[in-house]
């Protein structure tokens, strides 16, 4: 009788970290992007044609048409969860407390950059969660792995931006890396492959810790 408790006790503890288990969010993606230029009328506007576009502020995102920060995000949360991890990805604006960072394995933060910068959200992002978090969860990122990517027109640019978020990571003694660069001059093959081979090193991190 006694070793049988003892089993069904085992067993039920099996099943309760497996249903745990399942519950874990395995990577918290967090991008932030605009609405790609509309070139057409970019061009329009140098040429004389049109003297305004309401489009363009200070939210939009400096890339293509067909690829920015967003569908990166998307592409890489598709990639990651046929690897069998649990993904979502999320703009900053979606991320409304510190717990919701604190409670994934892994966090990928992904930022166009803007004068060697990150963007306004994610700085944003940085100055009401991550900020809570070094004043009030002082070491809970210190197993956590942080890592990021960036899109650019240039390379000098993105390493800025990449560089920003480590020094927050840092400061909230989480570990960074890897990174990404994504260059606005890269074919989407490149962007693609780039993905691939990013989605590899984050889930290979995943599993071994």
């Known amino acids: 009788m006694v070793l049988l408790l003892v089993v069904l006790s085992s067993s039920t503890a099996f099943i ?6 399942s519950n874990t969010l395995d990577i918290l993606i967090i991008y932030s992007t605009g609405n790609p230029y509309d070139w057409n009328s970019v061009e329009d506007i140098a040429k ?4 305004e576009i309401k489009d363009i502020d200070a939210i939009t995102t400096p890339t293509p048409l067909t690829e920015n920060c967003g569908t990166i995000a998307r592409k890489l ?12 990805a999320a703009e900053t604006m979606e991320i409304k407390h510190c717990n919701e960072i604190l409670q994934a394995r892994m966090v990928v933060v992904g930022s166009p950059a803007y004068f060697g910068n990150v963007s306004w959200q994610i700085k944003k992002l940085f100055d009401e969660q991550f900020h809570k978090i070094y004043l009030f969860e002082n070491g809970r990122l210190s197993k956590k792995r942080i890592a990021a990517f960036s899109m650019a027109e240039v390379n000098g640019s993105a390493r800025s931006a990449l560089q920003a978020i480590r020094s927050v990571v840092i400061d909230c003694k989480g570990r960074f890396g890897p990174t990404m660069i994504f260059l606005t001059k890269h074919s989407k093959m490149e962007i693609n492959n780039r993905i691939e081979e990013f989605s590899a090193q984050l889930a290979d991190l995943v599993y071994k810790n």
Do not use: F, H, M, P
């Open 16 to 21: 309760q970290a497996s249903e745990n288990r």
């Open 48 to 51: 004389g044609i049109k003297t």
């Open 77 to 88: 949360a598709s990639s990651l969860s046929e690897k069998k991890l649990i993904v979502r």
